[in-house]
C-alpha cells in the first residue's frame, strides 16, 4: 500500500512540475519527461507484482481430511473408556504373568545355589 502511495505521489508531483513549467523551454521538460518514465516504471512494477501474488499455490487435496463433528455421545464415549480400561486390564494380567513366572525362575534358582 504505501509502495502505491509513493507512486501516486511522485506521479502528482510530476504532474505538478509539468504544469507549472509547461511554457518553459529548456532542460527541465526532459527532467519531467524522465520523472514521467520513472513513475511509469514503478507502476508497471507494482502491477506486476500484484498479478504474481493472484496466483493461488497448488494444493493436493487428496490428503485433506473434511472437518468433523468433535462431540462425542456419553454411551459412545463410555464403550469406548470402557474398552481401553479392559485393555489395560488385559495387559496388566499379561504383565503380571511375566513376572510371576521370572519371580518363580528366580526362586528356583536361588534354591540350586
Do not use: C, T
Amino acid at each position: 500500500m504505501k509502495m502505491l502511495k509513493d507512486i501516486w505521489e511522485s506521479f502528482a508531483y510530476a504532474i505538478i512540475r509539468f504544469w507549472e513549467n509547461r511554457f518553459i523551454k529548456n532542460d527541465e521538460v526532459d527532467y519531467l519527461r524522465n520523472e514521467l518514465a520513472r513513475v511509469n516504471g514503478l507502476y508497471v512494477k507494482l502491477v506486476n507484482q500484484s498479478k504474481e501474488e493472484i496466483k493461488e499455490p497448488d494444493i493436493d487435496l487428496s490428503s485433506l481430511k473434511p472437518i468433523g463433528n468433535k462431540f462425542v455421545p456419553w454411551s459412545i464415549r463410555r464403550q469406548q473408556l470402557e474398552r481401553n480400561s479392559i485393555k489395560e486390564h488385559n495387559s496388566i494380567d499379561k504383565h503380571r504373568n511375566d513376572i510371576e513366572e521370572l519371580e518363580r525362575e528366580l526362586d528356583l534358582e536361588d534354591k540350586e545355589s
